[in-house]
Structures are given as C-alpha cells and as structure tokens.
C-alpha cells in the first residue's frame, strides 16, 4: 500500500516537472525559477534539481552539506553503539543512491543474529528556531526502525523527533524534511537499527543530508569545558552540581530543571517518550511512539485513532505495535525511575484499549530492592472504542521505584492498545524551610520541611526523614503489620462476624484494595471484611479501640489546652457492592454509642485518610464497623490507625442503664355540628363534610385543609405537606420505605444514584422525599399517600418530579384509590439518568380519592427512587358562577362557564359532562377517542406496519402509558406503535384521517400524545393533498412520561386530509401513543367525503338513488337492511350481516380493521385450538367463525365482526346462535347492539362451557338502525378457538298489523299503520306512504322560525321572525330567481314551483364574506330533542362556499350544528339537524361566499319540531291500561290481566308470557278467627274458601290471592295451593278433602257465595258445588276471564286517532284470521318440517342467482320462520322474514383487507391505501 501511495506520489511530482505551472508571482516562502516555475524554500540545495534547471541547486554555499561522496563530511559516527553506518555504493537489494547513480550512500546491515544500531551525530549548533534538515532514506527491512533525534549538548539527553516506522516498508528512497528548535545549543542524531531476527537481505540507507542555514555550528572556542562534578553527583547545565538522590524525585533542583527533564511529571509523548521505553525491544510485540498513521491498518477497522492530548490524528502517544507471529510475545513499558513520592502521590493517565482480541494490560510498582512488583491496575479485555481515563495512587514511596506497564499477546492479538497523558500530581517531598508555625507544625529535623501537627505519628513519613514518626507510642497506632495491637474484635454479640488480617489483594476481584496502605505493596498488611458468603446483607464487624481517658480533664496541665484528642484512619472503600463503614464513640461497655462519621458505597480503588476530633466529658472507646452489601463485591478495608493526644485509660467502661419513658395521652376537642358536617376551629361554625380536603378554604379559619395535602410542596425542612408514609404491618429494621432527605447526606459513591441537590432550590441543602435502595429487598414496595381528597376540579392536574438513577433503580407508580378500588395511572421503571424528569398526571373531576406514590426497590441498593416538588395544580372545584358567561365561554348546563376551547374535548370540565354531550359536540367532526375502534381513522396499507389499538399499558416493559387519556384507567383505548420486533429502526406506520374540505376555516386539530423511553423514534404530523405531504410536526425522542397535547392550525388550498407518521427509534423502549384527536369546528368534512359512492343503476332502468336487484327489480336504499326481502331474491339484505350457517361465506358479517386480529372462517380441526366439527353440519367439513390465534396476541386482545345498519326490527326480534367455549377453544364472547348514541352488551359468556355447541337467544325487541356486534376477547396471550356458528334473526320483519307498536313512543303512526320517527312530520317531505305524515301540519308551519318565505319581499323577516345579523358582511334575501343566471335554484321547493326561497346573492361579495339570518324568538333550553328541517340549494360551481347551522345561547356563544359545503347537486337537498343548547337559544343560518360568482346558496320550508316549542320531548298520550288489564312491555296493547301469564302469547311482543313468577307474591294474613272451611281477611272478614286462588280479589286489599301458585286449570278445577296442583272438578265435594289448608275443595257445596259468578253471569248448583253460566264473551270458574275471540288483540287507540281506524284494524285482523285458518288447514296436509339446516347444494340458486324466490326451494316445503300469511309470489316482498334458510352465498375473498370482509367508517376504519386514496 506505502509503495503504491509513494507511486502515485511520484506520478504527481512527474506530471509538476513535465507541466510547469507559470505562476505570475511566486510567495515569500518560495524560489522562482529559470521557467516560472515556484519551488518551496524548504526544497533548496536537497541534491535534486526541482526547478529543472538546476537554479534550486545554486548558492548552497550556507548550507552545511553531505551526499558521502568524498566521506562523512561534518558528520560523526557515535561511539556508543555496537554497529556502525558504511558508506557503500550498493547494498542488499540496492545498487544505487537517491539519484539513481552509482554513487555513495550510507547503509547499515545486520550483524550475524544481533541486534545492530549506528548512530550518525551532526555538529553541535547554536540554539535555533529556523533549522531544518532534509535527507534521503530507504527502507528495504521489516526489523527495527529509523529515527531522528535531537540531543541538548549541555545536558546530555536526547528527544526523538522523527520515527520512520519499518511497517511502511517502501523499498524507494524518500525525502524527509524536519524543522528544529531549541533554545539550547543542541546535536542532531540519526540513529538506525535493526532487531536480532533481521534477514541478511534487509537494509536501512540514508543520503544527501542538508542543513539550512538556520542550522550554525557552534564555534570550538565556545564550547563549554568539559563538566567536573564528583562521582554519583549530577551535573546541571550551568555547571552545577547536585546528589543523584535528588535527581527525578518530582522536585526541580538544577536552575533550569536539567534533573527533572528525562522523568517529567506531564508526558503527552507529543515531543519525545519522556524516558519511557520498551523493556523486551525486538520480540516483534513493542511498545512504540507513534501516531495514527503509524498503526497498522489490519489492526482497526474505524477511521484514524487521534490521540488524547489534542485530539488529532498527528498527535502522538505509545501504542503496541505486533509484527510477529509468535504465541506469547509480551510487550513491556518501562518508565523513568523516580526516587521517592509524597503520601498524597497520584499517577493518572489516558489508557485505550478496543479491539476483539486486544486483550488485558496491568501496570504494576517495582520497587528498587523489593523483589515482587506490585500490580497497581489492569483491565480486562475491550474497553470501548474510546480514551479511558484512570487514576492509581502511588502514595508515600521511600525507595526509587518505576512505573511498568505490560501486555502479553498470547498470538492472538487484534486491536489497539495505547498510552497517552501521563501525569503524576502531589509527588513532591515537601521543601526545606528555616522556620515553622508553632503549634500547627512541625519542623523535620533533617530535610527541614513544614509539615502539619495533625500528621505527627500517624505511620506515614511525611517529612522524608523519618522525624515525624519519632518517639510515637505503640499503644496509639498500629499498621497491622503484626497483629492488632491493642484493638480487639467485638466478642460480646455486637456483630455477626470479625475483620480479617491479610496482605495483598483481597480474595474477590474487583473489590477491596490492591495493597496495604503503610508499604503500598503486596507484602503490606491491613484488615478488612470479607462480603462473600457466609456474611450476608447488612452482617457487620465491629472492632474496638483501647479506652480513653475523658478528652476534658479539669486541672490538667496548661500545655495540653491547645490540644486535642484526634483519631486517624485509612480506609479503602471500593467494589460495586461496598456498603457503610461508621466510627463510632460509645461511654458505655455495650451499644454502638454516638456515630462519628459514617461512609457508604464505592469510593475507588484508593486509600483515603480521614481525621476526627474527640470529644467526651467520660471514658470512652471507638468503635470502627464495617457492614455487609447486599453481594460478594463490598469488601471493606482500614489501615494505619493512629490516635494523637489521647490518653490511654486503665479501666472498663460502665454498663448502659435505660430510664423510662412515657407518652402523653392524646387530648380530643368537644364540637356541636350534627353528624356528616365538619367542625370548624371557629365556634359554631360547621361545613359539609364533602367540602374538607378539597383544596379550597371553606372554614373562615381554614381548619377543613389542615389535615390534607398541601396543594405544593418542596419537602422543605423534611415537612411532608400531608403525605404520609404507609408503614407496613410487620416493620423491619432496614426495610425499604419513603424517607425525607438532603443531598448534603450523601456519601461518596452514592451520587451515582442518588441527586445531590434537590429540584426545588437545586442546591444540596434542598429537600426531598426519597425511597432509599440501601434497605429492603428485592421488589420491596413503600406507598406515600394523600389523605381522602372530597372532590378535584376539572383541570386537576398532578405535577411531580423524580429522579431515578442507577444501575439496578426500581419502579415508580402513582396510583388513584378510590374506597378499596386502586389502579394504576402512570409508572416508571428503570434508570432514567442523572436528572431530575418531570411527571404529569391528569386527574379531572374525582371525588373521594386518595393519591399514591408507590416505589419498588430494584434488585440492588445502587437506585434510590427520589420525588420532589409535587403539586396540585388547579384542583379546587370551580366556584358557582356569579357572572353571566361571555360570548368566548361555553355554559354548562349546571350554570358554570367554561373556555370555548375546553368544548367537546373528551374531559369533563363542566362537571355535570354537559360539555361532553354527544348532541352538543356535533359540529365537532369526526373526534375519536379510540375507546371502540379507530372512528374516521384508516390505516395505510403501503406503509411497514399498523397503529395498534390497546388498553392499559403497551407490551414493551418500560414504555408507553399506564393508562389512556380519555377515561384515565386501565379500560381506556388509544392507539400506538408498537417499536419491539418485529419491527426494525426507521420502519413507518401511517394512519390517515378523514377527508377535510379546503373551505375549512379556523380549522384546528387537537391531540394527545405519550412518547417516553430511551428510543430515538419520532412522530411526524402531515397534510396530505393531492398526493403530496407537508410537515406540520415532528417530535422525536423522549418527550416525558405523561400525556401531552398539541394544537395544530391546518389550513390548505385544496381538500386534505392529515396523516400521523410514526417511525421506529433505535431500541425497543419507544413506543409512540396517541389518544383523544377532536378537529375544531371550523374543520368541514369534504363533499366527498360524505356523499356515497355507490354506482347508480344505467338510466331508465331504476330510478334515480335505487339499486338493482339479482332478478332484474330495484330496491331504494330505504328498502336494504329492514329485515325484508323487497327485491325477492334477497339481494337488499344479502350483505346486512343477515342469518349465516358460514358454509357459503360470511353473509355479509364484516370485520373490523381496527383490530389486531379477526374472527377467521374456518372448518373443524381436532388438532388445532378451534372447535373440532361445526354445528350446522356437524362434521369437520363444516364451517364457522372463530377467534384466531395469532403469533402476538396478548391477552384482552379484541376482535369484532358486525352486521350493517339494520333499519328497524319487530317488537318480538331475537337473534339466535350457537358458540362454542373450551378449555382448548378459549375467548370471551360479547353480543353489542350499537344505536346512534349508545353502545351496550347484551349477552356475554366465558370460561368452560363444555366441549359442545351450545345455543343462546338473545331478544332484541323493537329497536331502530342499530347495528350487531360480537366481541371476541383473548382470555390468555397467544391463545383463540372460540367459535360461533349458525346466527339467526327471528321474526324480525316490522309488520303494519301491530297496531301501536313502534320503536319509540314518540313516533308517528301512519294511517297505513307504519310507524316513522316523529321529526320526520311535516317536514315538507312524505314519508309515510300515504303522506299522512304531511297532513295537519299548520300548528308546524306557523311555528315561530319556520317560513316557506311565499310572501312579500319587504314583510319575510317580520312573517318569519327572522332577522339579519348586523355582524355579517351582508344580507339574506328572497326572491323566486336568482339574479345571476346558472346559479342558484330556478324555482323555490314547493311542489308547483312558484313560489319564493331564501338566498345569498355571491356575484357581487367577496370570497368568504358571510351572510347570517336569526331566529328572533329563544327556543327553550334542550338536548337532542329540537329537530330543525330545511330544503337548500348548493349547485353548479366546485368552489362552492358553506352553509352552516349553529344555536347561539343567552351568552352570544355560537355552537355549530350542521354544516354542508361543495356542490350537492341541481336539485333541492333536504336536511334534518337536531338542535342543542343547555340554555335558551337561537337559531343562526350562515352562508359563506365561495370561490366565483356561482356560488349561490339558497333556503326553503324551514321547519322545527314540536319539541323545539316546548324544550322537552313531546309524546300521544301514553298508554294507560284499566286496573283490570296488563300492559305490554314493548308493543304498547293492553290484554286482561287474566291473560297474563296464561301460557299462550296475547302480546304482539309476547311479553304477557316473559318473567311470569310461579306464584302471586303477598303473605297471607293471621289466620284462626274463622270456621273450617273459610278464609280470613286482614279485616277479619271471613270468605268462603272456595274463593282463595281463584284469580278473583275478593278480600279488601286481595290478599285472598297472595302466595297463591300461577297455574292454568280447566273449567270446573280448582287451583290448590298445598299440591300445587289443579283439583279435578269430580273431587269437588266428594267429602274428601284434597287441598289444604283452607279444604276449598269441600267449600260452599251447598250454597252459591255471594256474587260469586261476576260479568252478570248466574249461579247454579251442582253436586260438585257452585257453577257459573257466564254471558257471551266471558268465561272461566267465575266468569271473570275475557274470552279471546281474534288471534290478534287490537290494541287500544290514543285519543286522536278516530275510530275508524278502530274499525279498520277489526277488519283487518278479521282477515287475518280467515287467511290464517285457511293455511293451517292447508298445512295440516303437509308433512311436518323439521328445524333442520339444508344442504346448501341442495338448491339452485347457488349455482343460478338470477332464479326467482320461488326456484330457490327444490320442493314446497316452507323454511322455519316463513309465516302461513306470506305469498312467495308477491311482487312487493313485504312481511318475508329473512330469518329464514337456506343462507345465501357469499363469495369469500381471501383478502382480509377486501370491502366485502370489512366495512366503512364511521364504526371501523378501511384500509386506506394512502397510494390511491388522494384527497
């Protein structure tokens, strides 16, 4: 490579001489030549004619020369070296010089096996800063190296200043130039050598050296004499002398600091090596100086290394360099030897060591005269691809020693291992002075030095003389060196185990120190605590100092006044498991006595001295104790322990004697308020108990808040503002609990995990709540909790800061408790780094809550759980309005006013949840919560992956929410993204809102978003139009663990729509959540958005808006989905979600995208989860719908399969099924009925229900377009199976025959006996069939606000009672035309077409200028009630503007509750718009100009319900039953109570034969006061018994029925209560008595009661006892039943209904009956049908569509569920059940995404594919 570089080289430099650049100047630094040419300066008289005219090579007179051609020159070869250079002409491999000639060079060869070095010196020159040389070299070896030095001449030492590195081998000679300076007369040395195993080929050359001028020789005569100092002296540069003791001892004695220059104490290796070298030179693994280029390229595979001391790739710094294959090279780095270091000595440098095999290095201490070095440091294997710095300490060294540093190979080595910036620090001996501070120091009396008292005998030789540590006691310290002296371990039970004497490292890596502390080597003794086992966490080991006298003796000698007792130690606290180490101060002989000092955790792996003054007034002892971490790296050591100016005491200490304590009784304060009120501290004065703890003062004094939480605290001063820890019953020692604490308590080591300053002053005095990990166990848990919180405000926020740093940091929960109820609404686990974060809870409006922080102790004491500055913010419940609200507020129902910005937004701000009516937020298009599936929302189908809809928290551990933010628990919804596999970094997820319209104005969109964790991954916000994106947001990263919201204004030329993008971050632990997006008001859906798609049939086929049948017919939209088949072949209801036995499709039962699995069709299986057959086949051939199980499902995973619309049902609909729920086939299945406003479950079952079929029915009564749901949920993750087959709606089909019966009472009966919802009358629109709903409409049309505007132009505001805004830009106005041709209607609405309509006239206005009009009269205060209907006209031009519909209440404030824009079309279009306000309100129509003068808008036949008058719902009067009749449930008739329960059906709903109990309820009266034979009433009144339960009340209050059972007997029984039973007429007075207790049965046999026989009925004698000849039309033992004469009961008529209508019905069931009989009759001649399912081959329709209804059935047999009255050959379809078989075909598609398996916004998302979608 070097070689191919050095071609290339000479390539370039080839085509400068053979194309000359003509420069027209040449610099300052440059010669030009001959030619124009320009040649750097520096390139002069180098023996090579540059400028190509040899003009380069001219007047080197002043250059100090050699090309060896005559000799050596100037030039001398060293002495000193074992080998010598040879001018030759060639060499191995060489045969010419630099200038490819037969001339002279210098060469040096290998010596036979030896190593061969030759040194070539220069004249000495003057000091300098301008010399430079150039020389020539070649290299053809792979053994040693090439080098220039500089040597100072004074001095006598040398710095290299070049290295040619023999690894960039060229075989060409190269020019080298180098530039000196040097304050110093100095020497220049090249200096070559090659390594023992050098081959005999190999050579090193030079030639051609030249010295600038700048480079002069130093005159003889001025050469220095020759030095003269005495033997083992040195000899400064100035001709000083000094000891050689006191050369390289940190301390410059030489003036210019010659002693120190080969041993600096900074070496960044930028100049030289500073005396360090390699110690095994020549083995091929060495230690080298060098740079980046240097090293080997094999060896690193990431751009150039730069050093640490400038950061560059031309700095310098030692590195390992290997070139030979030998299997256990060892290279070792050797620094200078120094002669001694003071006791704080420090070494620190920068280590690198990254690579796959680079290995592990130690540095290690020799010690002249010891024989073992001493390991210092090591590491192990890669340590990143980053500079390590690291920090040894050295300590007091009284004999030289030397640094080294070794690396061994082992033949395996790949990667860089290298050395930069060394630095020693506090090394130096302290230096001589004349004189000491008294008292405070003392004088060494050899080297003279100042050193402080406090370091007297304290085992270190601090003066460097010894003379400190000179007359000491023994009796005062001891350095373990032999033993332990006077100190003893703890024997009397105050420990778990004792200290252990050692030397050398401690048993256990990476913990406890390396060396002792008095020698600093390994032969060194100390003690310490082993933490391996048997010790386990929190054991400790006490050791116990001698005892002391007092430290304050009265009469004591004056001279120790000044003194104080003190005690010294080392001590070594390093290992990642290291706990506490305390010193204690005990008077007493047992106890720990006073703590002194305490440390905790991991200090380094160096000594530290600590020093502490005594202070006792009685004999004391000191107590030094060690405790265990909770694993085996926390060994502890102590060492030179020392006490001075403590006198020593003779005897024991006393025993501890504990006095008594005792508690004052509590005192409670008298108060007069009744029970459920608060006393006050005022008297007299009591408050609701609801009103205490609710964040706002309701007491005049403020008492009701003085036991609750404070709304903010800081924990200053360890207050805790009404939280209060929650103890646990069985209370430990040193269990894991929430504490008050400071930063100023932290011991080192502790920082790593604990904050230092607080985040209320961020200072260390600061306070906080902190849950300390030292304690406890693993998953420990303490709670911090709030008293019971009566009530919060709407905005009720939780604010918190925590910081949760550590390796091994628990968790962090708040959690709301509610009575016993508690769940989980924000967590936090794992380290969080270093900082304070902030947290955030919403809570809204909550009443009796308590708040709880609750924090889980890691695995590890390394991870405190810390909490400050917790605060409630807003959380007082608002106040009662005093004060109208403003036209900017919205007015709550309750009176309460709220911003306009806080409408609709799926919290609860007014308290009463008026704000958040679903009537009321109306105009807010399209907002989602997500709580049942993803609303208008789609996913895209080109991205990588889906949005997930999710409840609770995500599945990724450490991420995402603990709750969503709508309902704030763990049964919210939102959606996510889930960023754990299978998803990759950078992979997209796209979901697409609904099409918005470019005439949007104020148009905002609001969401919420969650994104915490430690991933990179983003949320970006974008429009889409018309296939192009625009950024309106990106969030990336960590944006806090709580949910946020964003407001973002969306405005576009073009109809859009808005997409979220969510993109996968870099780890797992990021997953991205959204939640609650509400689009403002002025946020319009576009037309085609709204308007349906369907193909219309080809002209003249159908009409307009009608759809084609299979058989040829037409069916209008009104006609799909009523349970009816009107096309005759079933196409209207084939794709409804209709009867389906699931063997030919899903029979238009679809699925919905929004789930994360679906229920899959599918046939039996005995091996899979699934059931192992169907039902309706029974075999394994079979199919139904089943839970899939999916590869990552999660348990509460949902799936959901849904009908269509369904119009309207029969008060007697059911919906049958057969499901299927194992052990093995596992779910939970839910049965929804959806209707516009209300979602509920109807039907639910889990858990084993047998491994069999099972069948449910299911009634679903008269409802009305409402949609069916089953829910299928995960009971277990990853699990399915559970099925459902064969769903059948029966008798579904409304029938005009049920007489009153209607979905609602409120709807409108049609003469033709239909029923239609009554805002539908007089709507200027007939939808009953025979218009009866438009008749009668006056009272309607002259309502105030309602206009048909046929009037004079002058008098319609008056007429109307409407008025023009004087806000608006300009006016409405009638006519019967429109002033510009081609826009608006050419005729008003009304059915001749003449008369006139309301209108904007745009020509003449500018685009987006408004038009309003108002109603002048209030209508009441209602919701969902008030139906407004009008006619407009929007035609012709595409940049239509809008029409919008809002109710202005008392305040002014506007709310939107209908809007249109875009062209509807030449034609009238009519609306229907439920009016909202919770006070009395206006109506405001507003008109927008659009785009060009044809947009035209126009208005007619305006119209408003009756409850619009009224403000509240307006109904017939309702259906009121004589006292004698039972009302039914659902088809609103009235039956005779006889009838109920009888056993047949008399409801049209059959709800007279539904929840009938077995007997009457009532307790009977005391008996005993009436002969046998009689029953006595609560009055006393004696009835014969033959009257008790005979269905007759015939006691005051009829309690002769009570308890009797519900029993249907024949003419002539009895009912009797004891069997129960019916008596047979012929035991009736057989002198037997057959019914107890009363004997009715032997009960009036002679006699009739009186009135006896009712309904005028006679009573005759029989010998069975008293009979009843009733009158026509009556009937039972009494006469007292109605006999049923018609199969239909007519239900009775409300007042206004005439009774002809009475007479049509008799005349219609009449009918009936007759038909009904004549079928019968016919049927009875049939075979009987079984309820069996056909085979669906077994009909030609599934082969043949087009065949008629008749050619369906392969023979007469009628199908289950058909009634009698049905003719197949009917035209018009009407009363045909489709809750009949065969089911139809559906073709499947194996596309699960297709339209036909999946439905449409709004109750489910499509697959939007944002490719082909393009607004």
Not at 808 to 825: D, F, Y
Not at 1761 to 1766: A, D, E, F, L, R
Request: proline share 6%.
């Amino acid at each position: 490579m070097a070689l191919l570089l050095y071609s290339v080289w000479l390539l370039l430099e080839f085509s400068v001489v053979l194309n000359p650049v003509f420069a027209t100047a040449c610099s300052d630094q440059e010669l030009t030549c001959s030619q124009g040419l320009c040649v750097p300066r520096d390139s002069l008289c180098d023996f090579t004619d540059d400028c190509g005219d040899g003009r380069d090579e001219e007047n080197c007179s002043k250059y100090t020369r050699c090309d060896f051609e005559e000799g050596f020159c100037d030039l001398i070869q060293s002495s000193d070296t074992h080998s010598e250079w040879t001018r030759t002409t060639e060499a191995a491999g060489l045969k010419q010089d630099h200038r490819n000639t037969s001339a002279y060079f210098l060469s040096l060869l290998p010596v036979g096996g030896n190593r061969s070095t030759a040194e070539l010196n220069s004249p000495i020159f003057l000091p300098s800063q301008t010399c430079q040389m150039s020389f020539y070299h070649y290299v053809g070896a792979t053994h040693g190296h090439l080098e220039v030095l500089v040597q100072s001449h004074s001095a006598g030492q040398s710095s290299e200043v070049w290295k040619h590195s023999l690894q960039l081998q060229t075989d060409a000679w190269l020019r080298t130039a180098i530039h000196f300076t040097s304050n110093h007369s100095f020497q220049v040395v090249i200096r070559g050598e090659l390594s023992a195993k050098s081959e005999a080929s190999e050579v090193l050359a030079i030639d051609d050296l030249s010295f600038s001028p700048g480079c002069v020789i130093l005159p003889e005569s001025s050469l220095p004499p020759p030095l003269a100092c005495p033997p083992s002296w040195f000899s400064c540069g100035g001709g000083e002398c000094i000891e050689v003791s006191k050369v390289c001892d940190f301390t410059p004695h030489c003036p210019d600091g010659e002693d120190e220059a080969n041993c600096s104490t900074e070496c960044d290796f930028e100049s030289d090596s500073c005396g360090w070298y390699e110690f095994t030179l020549g083995d091929g693994f060495d230690w080298v100086r060098g740079s980046s280029a240097d090293i080997t390229p094999d060896y690193f595979d990431h751009p150039a290394l730069p050093d640490h001391s400038t950061n560059s790739t031309e700095g310098h710094f030692m590195f390992i360099l290997k070139n030979s294959s030998s299997l256990s090279p060892k290279a070792v780095l050797r620094g200078p030897w120094f002669q001694q270091s003071a006791s704080g000595c420090t070494m620190t440098f920068w280590h690198y060591n990254s690579g796959i095999s680079v290995g592990a290095a130690d540095m290690a201490l020799r010690i002249k005269g010891v024989e073992n070095s001493t390991v210092i440091w090591a590491t192990l294997y890669d340590q990143g691809r980053r500079w390590n710095q690291v920090t040894v300490q050295l300590g007091r060294i009284a004999q030289p020693f030397q640094i080294t540093l070794a690396k061994i190979s082992l033949g395996m080595f790949d990667g860089v291992s290298a050395l930069d910036d060394v630095t020693f620090e506090n090394c130096s001996m302290p230096p001589a002075v004349e004189e000491c501070p008294a008292h405070t120091h003392f004088h060494c009396l050899h080297t003279k030095a100042c050193v402080q008292r406090l370091q007297l005998c304290d085992l270190v030789d601090d003066c460097g003389d010894g003379s400190d540590e000179e007359g000491c006691s023994p009796v005062l310290q001891c350095n373990f060196e032999d033993g332990l002296c006077d100190w003893k371990q703890e024997q009397s039970g105050g420990d778990a185990f004792d200290w252990t004497r050692i030397s050398g490292p401690t048993p256990t890596l990476n913990t406890g120190p390396w060396k002792d502390h008095t020698l600093g080597t390994i032969y060194g003794h100390y003690l310490y605590i082993e933490s391996s086992l048997p010790q386990e966490f929190r054991d400790t080991a006490v050791l116990l100092s001698p005892v002391f006298h007092p430290t304050h003796q009265p009469g004591r000698d004056s001279s120790w006044s000044h003194r104080r007792c003190v005690f010294r130690f080392h001590y070594c606290m390093f290992g990642p498991h290291v706990f506490t180490l305390a010193v204690y101060l005990r008077t007493t002989a047992t106890g720990r006595g006073l703590m002194l000092w305490t440390g905790y955790g991991d200090q380094g792996n160096l000594w530290h001295k600590k020093t502490l003054y005594i202070h006792s007034a009685r004999p004391f002892q000191i107590l030094i104790e060690g405790t265990v971490g909770d694993d085996f790296k926390g060994d502890i050591a102590i060492d030179d322990i020392s006490f001075l100016d403590c006198e020593p005491y003779d005897g024991e200490l006393p025993s501890l004697i504990t006095p008594a304590v005792t508690t004052p009784a509590p005192t409670v304060l008298p108060h007069s308020c009744p029970e459920g009120q608060f006393a006050c501290g005022t008297h007299g004065e009591c408050i609701p108990l609801s009103q205490v703890c609710d964040f706002k003062h309701d007491c005049s004094d403020g008492l009701d808040e003085t036991n609750c939480v404070k709304e903010s605290c800081g924990f200053e001063g360890g207050e805790t503002c009404g939280w209060t820890i929650v103890k646990p019953s069985l209370v430990t020692q040193h269990a894991f609990r929430w504490a008050t604490d400071q930063g100023e308590s932290i011991h080192n080591g502790e920082q790593y995990h604990r904050p230092t300053n607080d985040h209320t002053l961020n200072s260390p005095e600061g306070w906080y709540l902190c849950a300390d990990s030292s304690n406890g166990y693993y998953g420990q848990t303490s709670d911090l909790q709030t008293p019971v919180i009566s009530s919060t405000g709407p905005q009720c926020t939780l604010i918190f800061w925590y910081h949760m740093n550590g390796f091994t940091v628990g968790s962090l929960q708040v959690l709301l408790r509610h009575r016993n109820a508690t769940h989980v609404v924000w967590s936090q686990t794992g380290n969080q780094g270093n900082k304070w974060r902030r947290g955030e809870v919403f809570l809204g409006l909550l009443n009796n809550i308590q708040v709880v922080f609750r924090a889980k102790r890691g695995i590890s004491y390394m991870g405190d759980v810390v909490i400050d500055d917790v605060s409630f913010l807003e959380c007082s419940p608002p106040p009662p309005s005093e004060q109208p609200c403003t036209p900017e507020q919205y007015t709550c129902a309750n009176g309460h006013c709220i911003p306009q910005d806080n409408l609709c937004d799926f919290t609860n701000h007014c308290g009463d949840n008026s704000d958040e009516d679903p009537y009321i937020c109306k105009g807010f298009s399209t907002r989602c919560n997500f709580e049942f599936d993803l609303c208008s929302w789609r996913q895209c189908q080109d991205d990588d992956f889906d949005w997930l809809l999710k409840a609770g928290s995500t599945p990724t551990f450490g991420t995402g929410p603990s709750t969503d933010h709508t309902l704030r628990d763990p049964s919210g919804h939102y959606i996510y993204l889930e960023s754990s596999f299978p998803q990759a970094v950078g992979d997209t997820a796209h979901v697409t809102g609904p099409l918005l319209s470019s005439r949007s104005s104020e148009c905002k969109m609001r969401f919420y978003f969650h994104m915490s964790g430690d991933s990179f991954g983003t949320l970006s916000v974008f429009t889409k139009t018309k296939g192009h994106l625009h950024l309106l947001l990106n969030l990336t990263g960590d944006q806090g663990n709580y949910w946020q919201m964003r407001e973002i204004p969306l405005r576009s030329s073009a109809d859009f729509q808005v997409v979220f993008e969510g993109k996968v971050g870099r780890t797992e632990k990021g997953d991205i959540c959204l939640d609650d997006i509400i689009f403002s008001p002025g946020c319009l859906l576009a037309p085609s958005a709204t308007i349906n798609n369907t193909p219309s049939p080809p002209a003249g086929s159908c009409p307009p808006g009608s759809s084609f049948c299979e058989n040829g017919r037409c069916f209008t939209p009104e006609q799909s989905c009523d349970f009816t088949d009107d096309c005759g072949d079933g196409t209207d209801e084939k794709d409804c979600g209709t009867s389906c036995s699931f063997e030919n499709g899903r029979c238009g039962w679809k699925s919905s995208l929004a789930d994360i699995f679906d229920w899959a069709l599918g046939s039996g299986s005995v091996q899979s989860i699934r059931p192992p057959h169907d039902h309706t086949l029974m075999d394994e051939n079979g199919h139904f719908i089943y839970l899939e199980a999916t590869p990552v499902g999660l348990k509460g995973d949902k799936a959901h399969i849904r009908s269509s619309i369904w119009r309207e049902s029969s008060a007697n609909c059911k919906l049958s099924f057969w499901y299927y729920i194992s052990h093995k086939a596992l779910g939970i299945i839910r049965l929804l009925i959806k209707t516009e406003n209300d979602l509920v479950e109807v039907w639910n079952k889990t858990g084993h229900q047998g491994n069999k079929w099972n069948r449910a029915e299911v009634p679903l009564r008269k409802l009305r377009n409402f949609e069916v749901i089953f829910e299928g949920i995960r009971s277990k993750d990853v699990s399915g199976g559970a099925a459902l087959d064969d769903l059948e709606f029966i008798d579904c089909a409304p029938s005009a025959v049920e007489s009153g019966s209607c979905p609602a009472v409120t709807d409108f009966v049609c003469h033709s006996g239909h029923c239609i919802e009554s805002h539908l009358v007089c709507d200027n629109k007939a939808d009953c069939a025979d218009e009866s709903d438009e008749m009668d409409c006056d009272s309607i049309r002259d309502s105030p606000g309602a206009c048909d505007f046929n009037m004079e132009d002058d008098k319609w505001e008056e007429s109307c009672q409407l008025s023009q805004d004087t806000d608006d830009d300009f006016d409405w106005r009638i006519s019967h035309k429109t002033e510009t041709p081609g826009a608006g209607p050419h005729t008003d609405h009304s059915p001749d077409g003449g008369g006139n309509f309301l209108y904007i006239h745009s020509a003449a206005q500018r685009e987006g200028d408004v038009a309003k009009v108002t109603t002048t009269s209030a209508f009441p205060a209602s919701i969902g009630l008030c139906h407004l209907r009008f006619w407009f006209f929007m035609n012709r031009s595409e940049k239509m503007g809008t029409l919008k519909v809002y109710t202005v209440g008392v305040s002014g404030s506007p709310l939107l509750m209908w809007a249109a824009t875009g062209n509807h079309g030449n034609k009238w279009t009519y609306a229907n718009v439920i009016l909202s306000n919770p006070t009395p309100f206006r109506v405001t129509f507003q008109a927008e100009v659009g785009g060009d003068m044809w947009t035209d808008i126009a208005l007619d036949n305006i119209s408003y319900t009756a409850e619009c008058m009224v403000g509240g719902p307006v109904t017939p009067q309702p259906l009121t039953c004589a006292v004698d009749q039972f009302q039914c449930a659902y088809s609103f008739q009235c039956i005779p109570e006889s009838w109920w329960c009888d056993e047949e059906p008399d409801c049209a709903d059959e709800s007279d034969e539904e929840l009938c109990p077995t007997a009457i309820p009532g307790t009977l009266p005391p008996q005993g006061g009436c002969p046998p034979g009689f029953y006595q009433c609560s009055d006393y009144r004696c009835l014969p018994s033959i009257l008790r339960c005979d269905g007759v009340q015939d006691c005051p209050k009829g309690e002769d029925e009570h308890s009797c059972p519900l029993l249907q007997c024949e003419l002539g029984e009895l009912v009797c209560e004891s069997s129960p039973g019916c008596v047979p007429l012929q035991k009736r007075c057989d002198h037997s008595t057959d019914c107890l207790p009363f004997h009715s049965d032997e009960s009036s046999c002679h006699e009739c009661p009186p009135g006896y026989c009712l309904n005028r009925g006679s009573c005759l004698l029989d010998r069975h006892g008293p009979v009843c000849i009733c009158q026509t039309g009556w009937t039972g033992n009494r006469c007292h039943v109605k006999k049923k004469t018609f199969l239909t009961t007519a239900s009775p008529t409300p007042e206004d209904i005439k009774l002809d209508s009475v007479y049509v019905g008799i005349g219609i069931g009449s009918l009936l009956l007759v038909a009904g009989v004549a079928v019968c009759v016919l049927a009875s001649c049939k075979k009987k049908c079984h309820f069996t399912k056909p085979n669906p081959m077994d009909y030609g329709v599934m082969d043949n569509p087009h065949l008629d209804w008749k050619a369906e059935l392969s023979s007469s047999d009628k199908s289950p569920g058909v009634y009698p009255s049905t003719n197949p050959k009917r035209t018009d379809g009407q009363g045909l059940s489709i809750s009949v078989y065969p089911w139809r075909r559906e073709v499947e598609v194996s596309n699960r995404k297709d339209a036909k398996l999946s439905f449409s916004n709004p109750l489910y998302a499509n697959g939007a594919d944002c490719k082909s979608s393009e607004p």
